[in-house]
């Protein structure tokens, strides 16, 4: 695999290092000394070599981004076009004294998901109304949710009628199936990856 390194710090330094080790091509750019990635390059191995920012992406399958966020800009200015190519950053969004986040004071990406997967959700858990409401072909999806259930036993309770021990169970179980699956879909995706040679075990 052809590694691109844009960034000559600590992280991308290291990086590129364990990447060129594993076996991977790598190419170490953008820094304010060429001899300190000539330097990198020779500690990293046969595999490696420095470049410029055009250099470590023009062929690159995939682009590890490792500068301050300052010189963001500036790096992919001269990185060129990354159209197509697998892009890895660990670059986060500080100031250039690295006091404070210039972004995501408020929210954060993750967060946003988080509401979005809400507002399908919701809808098909028989909040609002039952769920034999929905159309027929949404209620085995609305009965596969753990929500559905969950909000069936806690509707009993505050209808005064007790809380519904049987829905909760239920909730409860398609909870613990929907993490199995998660748990296998993770753990299959990861071993689809290392064959590929997308990601690398390190000991």
């Known amino acids: 695999m052809r590694i691109g390194i844009l960034g000559s710090g600590l992280m991308g330094g290291k990086l590129g290092t364990l990447f060129a080790r594993a076996g991977h091509d ?5 820094s304010h000394s060429q001899d300190k990635l000539k330097k990198l390059a020779r500690k990293a191995g046969k595999t490696a070599r420095a470049g410029t920012p055009a250099d470590a992406s023009r062929d690159a399958d995939a682009v590890l981004l490792a500068v301050h966020w300052s010189r963001l800009e500036d790096v ?3 990185a060129g076009d990354l159209k197509g190519k697998v ?6 969004p500080m100031s250039e004294n690295d006091s404070t986040l210039v972004i995501a004071h408020a929210s954060s990406g993750a967060e946003a998901l ?9 809808p098909l858990s028989g909040i609002f109304y039952p769920v034999e409401s929905l159309p027929t072909v949404l209620q085995p999806i609305a009965l596969a949710l753990p929500t559905t259930h969950a909000f069936a ?5 505050v209808d005064g009628n007790g809380l519904d021990w049987a829905q909760l169970g239920i909730a409860a179980a398609e909870t613990v199936g929907f993490a199995i699956l998660a748990g296998w879909f993770l753990v299959r995706s990861l071993r689809i990856f290392r064959r590929r ?5 390190f000991t």
């Open 114 to 122: 988080a509401w979005g997967v809400m507002f399908v959700v919701m």
């Open 153 to 157: 036993a806690l509707r009993g309770l």
């Open 197 to 201: 040679g997308l990601i690398t075990r």
């Open 76 to 78: 992919l200015h001269q």
């Open 87 to 92: 892009i890895v950053t660990c670059s986060l």
């Open 26 to 30: 790598v190419v170490f750019s953008y």
